[in-house]
């Protein structure tokens, strides 16, 4: 961990239902700044989010974004802003297209990242991926990993919510309909996945990987926030 203090209320940057739940779950007070256009609000009460922690945000104007997260960091005593680029384009894609929705995420990324130097609790990055990759081999996971000719198999993509250096698995997800695995191969999917997030050192925040399932193992063939 960064600091020795525990992290008990998040707050959560237009996150999808499974990130929702895993916090939940896990015991966090969530509350979620989301755009009230992409249903988000049946979609996270869905989740077990209760309503009144549900705000509305406008993810395309930073400054009224920058007010909402310090307005509500400081109301309610967030200790961590959860936030993951690629989820918030994700969401955003079917309102304002695929170019505009990376274009507002990243821009939304920027204020996350000052208002939670502000808070104390810097958001974390990933190494870049040759540094991952080297991290993950000398852990003793044989590659390949993020790169080169990935062997076949079913691919996944999984979703992680990291607090603490605790990383919840939130939802594994085939790429393919008909592509399946036995909950003995999604468990070496998730131990795989966490073991990079743990040698990466990473302490806050989603991430989306893409893994190959082989008879060798688990590969991890993409990761990104």
Do not use: K
């Not at 007010?67 to 960091?73: F, G, N, V």
């Not at 993950?136 to 993020?146: M, V």
């Amino acid at each position: 961990m960064n600091d020795d203090r525990v992290t008990q209320q998040v707050l959560m940057l237009m996150p999808g239902p499974g990130l929702v739940r895993a916090a939940v779950a896990a015991g966090l007070e969530v509350w979620v700044a989301a755009d009230s256009t992409l249903r988000a609000p049946d979609l996270l009460h869905q989740a077990g989010l209760p309503p009144q922690r549900l705000l509305p945000a406008n993810l395309t104007d930073p400054a009224s974004l920058r007010a909402l997260l310090e307005h509500t960091t400081r109301t309610y005593r967030i200790d961590q802003i959860l936030y993951s680029e690629g989820e918030v384009g994700r969401m955003l894609r079917p309102v304002l297209g695929i170019g505009s929705a990376e274009r507002a995420a990243a821009q939304a990324g920027v204020v996350v990242r000052e208002v939670s130097r502000v808070l104390g609790r810097p958001t974390s990055v990933l190494p870049e991926v040759v540094t991952l990759r080297q991290l993950l081999e000398q852990g003793g996971y044989p590659g390949p990993h993020l790169g080169g000719d990935m062997p076949a198999g079913p691919r996944f993509w999984v979703q992680t919510l990291t607090v603490d250096g605790m990383h919840l698995v939130a939802d594994i997800t085939a790429q393919e309909p008909a592509a399946s695995s036995a909950e003995a191969e999604r468990a070496g999917i998730r131990a795989t996945v966490r073991a990079m997030l743990d040698l990466a050192g990473y302490e806050h925040g989603s991430v989306q990987a893409e893994v190959v399932l082989t008879e060798q193992g688990c590969h991890i063939a993409h990761v990104g926030l």
